[in-house]
């Protein structure tokens, strides 16, 4: 094997006598020399230099074999006390040095941002110990299938530090920018291990998807708030950064939001070049923006819109959707307003399209249910999990109101209400659907909770000025009482729960009762390559014709109008109050 050196001091003389001490020879390269051409001859090549050098991007540009980054002062370009130095491993289809360069900047502090260039004063005697560890780790690497690139961090090495337990080195797994050009990182090889194990890969406070995660409270649930990196550094979209999730305990809570937030950062991280753009008369595939519900359904004029690839879920045919309704955040509204509803995150693309198709089918319910004369039904669920939340939110005086909203599509969706009549915040709602009705109204009662607990941590004026309801409803207004107030209960055996061998068999029995109603389904894979590495995909779901969810300002499709008369002597209240949900 040929290895190159490039950089002098204290620390390339490290390296280059310990390799040598390994019978591994290093051949030394100017500067000035650095080229493809100059590269190709080495099996491997060692940069040395101070933090913020050109020196890395340019030899990340020219380089087609593995390297090393051994940046002094820093990492990836940047200074960030206590930092000391670092050293960075890549491989061609592994992610690269301009990706550590933008998830270095994702995760910097405003202070950190402004000073790029090294301001800590590093020793000789640390130069030669980077080299030192540079060096062991070129012997690991020439026994190793790194799949992945890696980072290792050198920080405080002050006794006090190390005497306290601390590490002096941090080691962490640098995962691919979605919209970095400057390899090749589409890589098939994905981490393995369990949901909760391959989730905290995106989890790190230097180079993470997410830079921070936290119990935000223990009571009367787990409570968990995660931030996104800056996304900015790396696309044009801001994605929101806080996601939020709760359960009955704080792993499930944990792995919900750390899922939340992967979902959302899925959407957001596209590229624009990437989009068809066109009329809609011009692809014999595309789905016209005029087939979904939306404010004004006269808008679309067949002018050139931006389209992303997508499957039809009852044929699998290719398909080209508004990007507009696909991505999230869109750089503009301009047939409905932006939201969530249909992105989901998975272990597998049915998963994620599975969880997709219950949240579109749980929104269109809720709507048609609020907005019609139909009564909810009162349902007593059966199960442990349910038994045990609702007694957690009992804790706080909250009373926990289970009810069927299910519509046409015959597919469970369970609202669940938690109020009192004594402290704000008073009443809050949640909903989800489940094939499993008992799953649903854990869920739901999951949803409750997260909302009554941001309701009583915004306080009563800023809920006030959101742009949905809760504020509202978190008085318990009459509307509120009448909806929870129901007859007796349907207990959950008197409800049939299919069982599945497969999600591939749940995933047809949901399209089925969706193609039965003449309701088509689309898929947009969204799996950026990052997402990909760590074993996760990401879709959104999108059902044309659905009632979907909407804040301030109502807007109906025929669905609305047409479904409450199918069920029975019922009609559609489009007046109504605007509903309770967040």
């Known amino acids: 094997m040929k290895i190159g050196l490039i950089g002098d001091g204290a620390t390339s003389i490290s390296i280059e006598f310990a390799l040598q001490q390994s019978e591994i020879s290093v051949t030394p390269i100017s500067i000035e020399s650095v080229s493809k051409s100059k590269l190709k001859a080495f099996s491997m090549v060692l940069v040395v230099d101070n933090v913020g050098s050109p020196l890395f991007e340019k030899v990340n540009d020219d380089i087609t074999t593995s390297w090393i980054a051994i940046e002094l002062g820093g990492l990836g370009g940047y200074s960030i006390p206590p930092v000391l130095g670092s050293i960075s491993l890549f491989n061609p289809a592994t992610a690269c040095y301009l990706c550590l360069r933008d998830r270095v900047k994702s995760n910097l502090s405003t202070s950190e941002e402004l000073n790029p260039k090294s301001i800590i004063p590093i020793s000789p005697s640390f130069e030669s110990l980077l080299g030192s560890l540079s060096a062991y780790l070129v012997n690991s690497m020439l026994n190793f299938d790194m799949t992945h690139s890696h980072v290792f961090e050198i920080s405080d090495l002050s006794i006090e530090h190390i005497s306290g337990g601390n590490s002096a080195i941090t080691h962490r797994l640098l995962l691919p920018v979605p919209t970095c050009s400057s390899n090749d990182h589409s890589s098939t090889t994905h981490i393995p291990g369990t949901t909760m194990e391959r989730a ?310 949901l399209l089925t009762h969706l193609h039965s109603l003449d309701l088509s389904s689309y898929s947009v894979q969204l799996t950026p390559p990052d997402i990909a590495t760590i074993g996760f995909e990401a879709v959104r779901i999108l059902i044309p014709e659905a009632q979907p969810l909407f804040f301030e300002k109502p807007f109906f499709g025929s669905r609305a109008r047409t479904v409450s008369a199918s069920l029975g002597n019922f009609r559609s209240r489009l007046d109504r109050p605007h509903h309770p949900y967040p």
């Open 200 to 509: 905290e890969y995106a989890i790190d406070e230097r180079i993470g998807i997410i830079n921070t995660i936290s119990e935000a409270e223990s009571f009367p649930a787990p409570y968990y708030l995660a931030n996104l990196c800056d996304t900015t550094s790396f696309t044009a979209q801001s994605v929101r950064k806080q996601s939020a999730g709760v359960a009955i305990d704080w792993d499930q809570a944990f792995i919900k939001t750390i899922g939340e937030a992967l979902e959302r950062y899925s959407s957001g991280v596209y590229d624009p070049d990437s989009f068809t753009s066109g009329p809609a008369s011009s692809f014999k595939n595309s789905i016209s923006p005029s087939s979904f519900v939306q404010p004004s359904p006269d808008l679309y004029k067949d002018e050139s819109i931006d389209w992303i690839g997508g499957i039809d879920l009852h044929s699998n045919e290719t398909v080209l959707l508004p990007a507009e309704f696909a991505v999230f955040p869109y750089p503009s509204e301009q047939y409905k307003p932006a939201i969530t509803t249909g992105l989901a995150i998975g272990n597998s693309l049915i998963e994620a399209q599975l969880s997709g198709l219950y949240e579109v089918i749980e929104r269109d319910a809720t709507m048609l249910s609020w907005y019609s004369n139909r009564p909810p039904s009162a349902f007593s669920p059966d199960d442990p999990e349910f038994d045990l939340l609702s007694q957690m939110a009992n804790s706080k005086g909250l009373d926990s109101t289970v009810l069927l909203v299910t519509q046409d599509i015959d597919i469970p969706v369970v609202t669940v209400a938690v109020h009192r009549s004594s402290k704000w915040p008073k009443f809050a709602v949640g909903s989800c659907a489940n094939i499993n009705p008992n799953r649903a109204a854990i869920g739901a009662l999951s949803e409750a909770l997260q909302n009554w607990m941001e309701l009583r941590s915004m306080g009563p004026d800023t809920a006030n000025n959101q742009s949905s309801a809760i504020g509202t409803y978190s008085n318990f207004p009459k509307e509120a009482q009448s909806f929870i107030g129901h007859s007796d209960a349907i207990p959950s055996n008197d409800l049939s729960i299919p069982t599945f061998s497969t999600r591939t068999e749940e995933l047809s029995f």
